[in-house]
C-alpha cells in the first residue's frame, strides 16, 4: 500500500495551518481545518489533481472554519456534475452548539459571524475511513469543550488543532475553556502515543510526542 503523504496551506488573519492527506499516486484527500478562502483551497487541490472525498474539523473556532461552507460548496457542486455523493464534514459531538454559536467560535469578535455545521457528529475512539485511510478521533477538550485530534497510526501521524503546539498549548480564555482540562487531555489522551509520532498542530511548526514530553512548559 503506497504511503500517506500530508501537504499544508497556511491561511487567514491567524495563519492556520490547514492540511490536507493522501495516499501517494491517490487523487483522493482528506482535508482538516479549512481555515478560509474554501474556494480557494478547492482551486488549489483541483489544479494538483486532488478530490476532497472528507474534510474534518479538529475544533469550531472561526480561523479554523471560516473555509468551510466555500469548500464544502464548491466541492459538492462538483460531486453532482459527477455523479458522486457529497462530501461528509466531520466533527465530534460535543463541538456541535460552538459551531452554530458565532459568539462561542469567536467569529463575531473577530468581525466575521459565522455558523457552520458538520454533517457527521463523532464521538472519542470512533474510526473515520475516507480516501483509503482510516484515522481514530482522540477527545481532548480544552481549549474548546469539542476539541479532538486525529490518528493516522499507520503513518504514525497525529492532527492537534489547538491542542498541542510545539513547546506549547492551545489559549483556554474563549468561550468552553478549561487550562486545567486541556492539561488532562494532553497527559492522559495523547502522551499515550508512540514517542516518534509526528504532530501537526492548527499553527505554528511540527513536532512529536516525545519532543513535548520532554520539552513542554505547560505540562512538565
Known amino acids: 500500500m503506497s504511503e500517506i503523504k500530508i501537504?499544508?496551506?497556511?491561511?487567514?488573519?491567524?495563519?492556520?495551518?490547514?492540511?490536507?492527506?493522501?495516499?501517494?499516486?491517490?487523487?483522493?484527500?482528506?482535508?482538516?481545518?479549512?481555515a478560509d478562502q474554501g474556494g480557494g483551497i478547492y482551486n488549489s487541490l483541483q489544479k494538483n489533481g486532488f478530490r476532497v472525498a472528507a474534510i474534518l474539523l479538529t475544533h469550531g473556532h472561526f480561523d479554523?472554519?471560516?473555509?468551510?461552507?466555500?469548500?464544502?460548496?464548491?466541492?459538492?457542486a462538483a460531486a453532482e456534475s459527477d455523479g458522486l455523493e457529497p462530501v461528509k464534514v466531520y466533527a465530534h459531538e460535543a463541538e456541535k452548539e460552538l459551531l452554530r454559536d458565532d459568539h462561542k467560535?469567536?467569529?463575531?469578535?473577530?468581525?466575521r459571524p459565522c455558523t457552520t455545521y458538520a454533517d457527521v457528529?463523532?464521538?472519542?475512539?470512533?474510526?473515520?475511513?475516507?480516501?483509503?485511510?482510516?484515522?481514530?478521533?482522540?477527545?481532548?477538550?480544552?481549549?474548546t469543550v469539542g476539541g479532538?485530534?486525529?490518528?493516522?497510526?499507520?503513518?504514525?501521524f497525529l492532527l492537534a488543532g489547538d491542542?498541542?503546539?510545539?513547546?506549547?498549548?492551545?489559549?483556554?480564555?474563549?468561550?468552553?475553556?478549561?487550562?486545567?482540562t486541556l492539561v488532562r487531555s494532553i497527559r492522559e489522551k495523547l502522551f499515550v502515543l508512540p514517542d516518534d509520532t509526528k504532530v501537526y498542530p492548527g499553527h505554528g511548526e511540527s513536532t512529536t510526542i516525545g519532543h513535548e514530553k520532554e520539552y513542554n512548559p505547560f505540562l512538565g
Open 163 to 180: 491542542t498541542l503546539f510545539a513547546e506549547s498549548v492551545g489559549r483556554t480564555d474563549f468561550p468552553t475553556g478549561s487550562m486545567g
Open 121 to 143: 457528529y463523532v464521538k472519542d475512539g470512533q474510526e473515520i475511513s475516507a480516501a483509503g485511510m482510516t484515522c481514530r478521533v482522540i477527545e481532548t477538550p480544552g481549549h
Open 64 to 76: 479554523h472554519i471560516w473555509g468551510l461552507d466555500g469548500l464544502r460548496d464548491a466541492v459538492n
Open 105 to 111: 467560535n469567536v467569529s463575531k469578535q473577530a468581525g
Open 148 to 156: 479532538c485530534c486525529y490518528y493516522f497510526e499507520e503513518a504514525g
Open 7 to 34: 501537504g499544508k496551506m497556511i491561511l487567514g488573519v491567524c495563519q492556520t495551518n490547514c492540511y490536507f492527506l493522501y495516499r501517494e499516486g491517490n487523487q483522493e484527500c482528506i482535508v482538516v481545518d479549512p
